[in-house]
T-cell receptor, first 110, second 113 residues
């Protein structure tokens, strides 16, 4: 069965304290992996797409990496405005269906 | 571009009533998706359309749920009759297809009492 698992479920950081979020997946075939950010009361907002193992993408304090079994979202020197739920989604090669993980709720305290 | 537009933002209804959720995708996007989000199950794909044609509705919970896309700029998700367990946030998303990411609306929060 195709599955996407994110950890931890929740993460509390102090401002400036770097950390990483994990997204592990077992799927029949990977077309791409997406990271989204979701703020309360809003829809998920697209951050990155990764297509192949070894690929990395960066945006401000965020960097996403991909291996054959998992992806990491690294947050460097986070700020309170980085607080949100971060969702990982895997697009299947067959049919293109997108499967989401449960998300990691990140809280950054000043 | 205004993005994906959903209405209403909030819907409160009584069990047994019919509920209709509406979505306007981004112009030019050929794919439209309906998702449901709950604390317990996260984001679940209900159904998706390509060029207004339903492609995969295997996520639709039961016959009480139906979705239509009469044209490229409008889709509806209908629940009839509604039940308390249908309470969730329903998202619509669209994409140009291929490797393009999904763009989500801000959702409809449905409460069935």
């Amino acid at each position: 069965e195709d599955q996407v698992t994110q950890s931890p479920e929740a993460l509390r950081l102090q401002e400036g304290e770097s950390s990483s979020l994990n997204c592990s997946y077992t799927v029949s075939g990977l077309r791409g992996l997406f990271w989204y950010r979701q703020d309360p009361g809003k829809g998920p907002e697209f951050l990155f797409t990764l297509y192949s193992a070894g690929e990395e993408k960066e945006k401000e304090r965020l960097k996403a990496t991909l291996t054959k079994k998992e992806s990491f979202l690294h947050i460097t020197a986070p700020k309170p405005e980085d607080s949100a739920t971060y969702l990982c989604a895997v697009q299947l090669k067959e049919g293109g269906k997108l499967i989401f993980g449960q998300g990691t709720e990140l809280s950054v305290k000043p | 571009d205004a993005g994906v537009i959903q209405s209403p933002r909030h819907e409160v209804t009584e069990m047994g009533q019919e509920v209709t959720l509406r979505c306007k995708p981004i112009s030019g996007h050929d794919y439209l998706f309906w998702y449901r989000q709950t604390m317990m199950r996260g984001l679940e794909l209900l159904i998706y359309f390509n060029n207004n044609v339903p492609i995969d509705d295997s996520g639709m919970p039961e016959d009480r749920f139906s979705a239509k896309m009469p044209n490229a700029s409008f889709s509806t998700l209908k629940i009839q009759p509604s039940e308390p367990r249908d309470s969730a946030v329903y998202f619509c998303a669209s994409t140009a297809g291929g490797f393009s990411p999904l763009h989500f609306g801000n959702g409809t929060r449905l409460t069935v009492t």
